[in-house]
């Protein structure tokens, strides 16, 4: 909590806090075009605790703490299902020292909550299948489970498809299976329901998916991001998933000439990363095998929160190892080694679903390591897999051992080399900088944003960091030319033309002062920057 990253939010939790904070006033805001960009569920999880007490991140972060308990006990439950109550414990002791469990328990990201349902989703799938006697509400409550979670996540989806195939473990007879299958369907659509709703009255689409698939999938499938990385277009001002939203309608509307509604927006941008994947289909499937590969890399891929970062400022976290190679090497050779064990019943792929849906995400979309953190609980319970059945097989099936040590090996030594191809996450020292403005500590923000600005004049959000805390101190012809380099670097800031303008304004230059907030107004009508902009003009 004394951290200047925990008080300087990223985009996504930006978004998420205001839209908590919306569904907590009654604001119709929250089923405007903004809020229906993203996941639903964990705005409105934020909304709840908000109404009850207040934005008080510090009670989301202790519930969430007692969620991520909540998944360490489930891969407890998951090795009793198993029959290896000893792999179980020793997981959830290894999970409980994965840094990233420890880092997003204290973010505003739904991260935690995504791997709690996945772990909780893989405890219900092995209790159903191996009930000798089940009942059938189980089925349907199982599929309602399955199907509120896409709005938590929309790659859940997949989640879905795999529950419905649940009842083949079970028989292999249609009449046996196909009625609970229905029922699993059933329970699917009750699931969905809330979420569809949802969509048809925000945009006129009963889809259970947010109208976002379209502007996810051309932000990494276009001419312009060769890589299939992370690329935000020249029409977007910030990495924030509101000026993302907006660039994309904006763009789009202006292309076709006349508005279009959300659901409009995300179908043009669709079409356009189509045209593209069918354009280049050998390009494409090089990028999902590169991505593919870079899940298993060593290096952090950050977006949001960068464990790099926090180590900075946790004393927790700085002694804790980072857990892709650790948790890669033991957990992938201990799925082998469950799968060898557990061939009659494949109970492994249920264990595998996890672990798959986190690959395919980060090889299909983004490379970040907040989705190859979906997949740690199941990893650390494979990992518990492998050290138990080292331990206990250190005097028989040596061989055995033997192959699946030379695996996590390997599995270790692919990560390390992976890595070392991979460059190093760049600290975001303006993020650290407006978190020590946040905190009240302007001086250690200006020393730290100076120090900076002299090592990467090419850092245009430093010199914004830079600029304000000049302004705030009453440097204002500093903070002045700091904002000019900043637009210089990035003309698209709204944010720095806003602030040059107040800036003019204390120099007492209203001519420019009046230029720089109508730029502001027109990059981005906030009601703040036209308030700006009335004062100006009316020699307020």
Not at 127 to 136: F, S
Request: charge should be neutral.
């Amino acid at each position: 909590m004394s951290s200047p990253l925990t008080y300087q939010p990223g985009p996504d939790e930006d978004y998420y806090r205001r839209f908590g904070e919306a569904v907590a006033a009654g604001q119709g805001a929250q089923n405007g075009p903004e809020f229906t960009f993203m996941d639903p569920t964990y705005g409105y999880i934020l909304g709840a605790i908000f109404k009850v007490v207040g934005p008080n991140l510090f009670v989301v972060y202790l519930l969430q703490v007692l969620l991520d308990t909540a998944t360490a006990y489930g891969i407890v439950t998951v090795g009793r299902l198993l029959g290896r109550p000893r792999a179980g414990l020793v997981g959830a002791v290894l999970y409980g020292l994965t840094a990233t469990a420890v880092m997003f328990c204290t973010t505003l990201l739904k991260e935690v909550w995504v791997t709690a349902f996945l772990t909780w989703w893989v405890v219900a799938a092995l209790t159903l299948v191996g009930a000798e006697r089940d009942r059938k509400w189980h089925w349907v409550l199982l599929g309602v489970y399955a199907g509120l979670g896409v709005g938590l996540r929309s790659t859940l989806l997949l989640v879905c498809g795999f529950t419905l195939l649940l009842p083949l473990w079970q028989s292999r007879k249609a009449t046996a299976w196909a009625p609970k299958v229905a029922l699993v369907a059933c329970g699917l659509l009750v699931g969905w329901l809330p979420w569809s709703v949802r969509n048809d009255q925000a945009y006129g689409s009963l889809a259970p998916v947010p109208h976002n698939g379209g502007i996810i999938l051309h932000q990494v499938y276009n001419e312009q991001n060769p890589n299939a990385e992370m690329w935000i277009p020249p029409f977007v001002s910030y990495l924030h998933p509101s000026e993302i939203w907006q660039g994309y309608a904006a763009e789009a509307s202006r292309r076709a000439g006349h508005p279009l509604g959300p659901a409009e927006v995300d179908r043009y941008w669709h079409d356009q990363a189509w045209s593209f994947i069918e354009q280049h289909p050998g390009a494409v499937a090089s990028d999902i095998a590169h991505k593919g590969f870079g899940w298993l890399s060593s290096n952090e891929l950050a977006n949001n929160r960068s464990d790099t970062e926090e180590r900075m400022f946790s004393s927790i976290l700085a002694v804790l190892p980072p857990p892709a190679v650790w948790l890669l090497g033991m957990g992938l050779a201990g799925l082998a080694w469950l799968a060898l064990q557990d061939k009659g019943r494949s109970r492994w792929l249920i264990v595998a679903v996890p672990i798959g849906l986190a690959w395919l995400t980060m090889a299909v979309f983004f490379a970040e390591s907040r989705f190859r953190f979906h997949a740690a609980s199941m990893l650390a319970l494979c990992s518990g897999v492998f050290i138990d059945q080292f331990l206990a097989g250190l005097h028989d099936r040596r061989r055995q051992l033997v192959a699946c040590g030379a695996l996590a090996a390997a599995i270790v030594a692919t990560s390390f080399v992976l890595g070392s191809r991979t460059p190093p996450v760049p600290v975001k020292w303006d993020r650290i900088a407006w978190g020590y403005i946040n905190m009240g500590k302007v001086h250690e923000a200006q020393s730290l944003a100076a120090r900076i600005s002299q090592d990467q004049p090419d850092n245009a959000a430093i010199f914004e960091a830079l600029g304000y805390t000049d302004a705030v101190t009453q440097q204002y012809e500093q903070a002045a030319q700091a904002f000019q380099h900043a637009i210089a670097l990035r003309p698209g800031s709204h944010v720095a033309h806003f602030n040059l303008a107040r800036v003019y304004l204390k120099l007492g230059d209203r001519q420019r002062a009046a230029a720089e907030a109508g730029i502001a107004v027109k990059l981005h009508p906030s009601p703040d920057y036209e308030s700006l902009l009335s004062r100006i003009e009316s020699g307020s």
